[in-house]
C-alpha cells in the first residue's frame, strides 16, 4: 500500500521557518522524483520544488533563496525547509511522488499539511 504522510505544517508569523518532511512507503522511493505542491482554495495546485532521483532540484521562482528541497533515500523521506515565510507561501502543501514501473507511470500524493503564514 502506498502512502506518503506529511507533518510539519502550522501557524508561523511572517519571516519564519517551518520544515515540511513527507515519510513515504510502498513504493521504491529513491527512484521517484518527488515534489512539494501547494494549493489555496479557488487556484490551482502549483509546482513548488521538485529534486530528482539524482538529486537535481527545481524551485517556484517565487520561493528560490527561500525554501530548499531535500531527501533522504535510506529514510525514504523528502523535506522542505522554508525560510523567510510571507503570507502568500499560505496553503495546503502536498508531497508528491513521480515514477515509472514498468513503463507506466505512478503518480503518488499525499493528504497534505496546512501552513499559514500571519502574524
Known amino acids: 500500500q502506498v502512502q506518503l504522510v506529511e507533518s510539519g505544517g502550522g501557524l508561523v508569523q511572517p519571516g519564519g521557518s517551518l520544515k515540511l518532511s513527507c515519510l513515504a512507503s510502498?513504493?521504491?522511493?529513491?527512484?521517484?522524483?518527488m515534489s512539494w505542491y501547494r494549493q489555496v482554495p479557488g487556484k490551482e495546485r502549483e509546482l513548488v520544488a521538485s529534486i530528482m532521483s539524482a538529486g537535481t532540484t527545481n524551485y517556484l521562482d517565487s520561493v528560490k533563496d527561500r525554501f530548499i528541497i531535500s531527501r533522504d533515500n535510506a529514510k525514504s523521506s523528502v523535506y522542505l525547509q522554508m525560510n523567510n515565510l510571507k503570507p502568500e507561501d499560505t496553503a495546503v502543501y502536498y508531497c508528491?511522488?513521480?515514477?515509472?514501473?514498468?513503463?507506466?507511470?505512478?503518480?503518488?500524493w499525499g493528504q497534505g499539511t496546512q501552513v499559514t503564514v500571519s502574524s
Open positions: 510502498g513504493f521504491t522511493f529513491s527512484s521517484y522524483a
Open positions: 508528491n511522488g513521480l515514477g515509472r514501473v514498468w513503463g507506466t507511470r505512478r503518480d503518488y
